[in-house]
Structures are given as structure tokens and as C-alpha cells.
Nanobody, 124 residues
Framework: QVQLVESGGALVQTGGSLRLSCAAS????????FAWFRQAPGKGREFVAS????????LYADSVKGRFTISRDDAKNEAYLQMTSLSHEDTALYYC?????????????????WGQGTQVAVSS
């Protein structure tokens, strides 16, 4: 059974940092694109970042560029999102997603697998 499980969400103060992890299981994801999306209270889900199967290409939403870094460790079948300089606007449920056929893309419907999310709350 293919599964993505996020972890690392927490309550942090403005300006703080967090590292989210996404553990993939059920098969090898070394050829998949990974991405992070988020959904703030009362808003739709939005793209945050994605990383290619090789790790050589990344894409970021303008709102997180320069503050967030996406990475992957294929030996562990995991992806990560390092978040710094957090603000209240980053408060959201963060989802990990994987795409079997597409490269880095911000489009939700390109991703085949989704986790249940991990909550990030930033106190102002």
C-alpha cells in the first residue's frame, strides 16, 4: 500500500524555523516528483514547492522563495521542507504529494499520492 506520511508540524513563534518530513512507503519513489502544498484556515490548498526526481530542479511559490527549501533523500524514501523566517501567514496544514509522471509542477491534479497533512501554526 502506497502511503505518504508527513511529520514535523508544530506551534512556533514568528521568525522561527521548522523542518517538515514526508515518509513515503509501499514502493520506491526515487523516480517521482515530490511537492509540498498547504491549506490555511478558510482558504483553498496552494502550492508551496516541488523537487524533481533527481533533486536537480526545484520550484517555489513566490510567497516562500528564499525562506523555504525542499529536498529529498531517496535512500530513505523521504522528502523534506525546511522552513525559516516563519510568519503568521505560513500557518496552515501542510501536505506532501508525489507525482509519478510529471516533473516539477504547481498543479494539484498532476500529483497521484497525498499525505494526510501536518499542522504548522505560527504565533504572531
Amino acid at each position: 500500500q502506497v502511503q505518504l506520511v508527513e511529520s514535523g508540524g508544530a506551534l512556533v513563534q514568528t521568525g522561527g524555523s521548522l523542518r517538515l518530513s514526508c515518509a513515503a512507503s509501499g514502493r520506491t519513489f526515487s523516480s517521482d516528483t515530490f511537492a509540498w502544498f498547504r491549506q490555511a484556515p478558510g482558504k483553498g490548498r496552494e502550492f508551496v514547492a516541488s523537487i524533481s526526481w533527481s533533486g536537480g530542479n526545484t520550484l517555489y511559490a513566490d510567497s516562500v522563495k528564499g525562506r523555504f527549501t525542499i529536498s529529498r533523500d531517496d535512500a530513505k524514501n523521504e522528502a523534506y521542507l525546511q522552513m525559516t523566517s516563519l510568519s503568521h501567514e505560513d500557518t496552515a496544514l501542510y501536505y506532501c504529494a508525489a507525482s509519478t509522471f510529471w516533473g516539477i509542477t504547481p498543479l494539484e491534479d498532476r500529483y497521484d499520492y497525498w499525505g494526510q497533512g501536518t499542522q504548522v501554526a505560527v504565533s504572531s
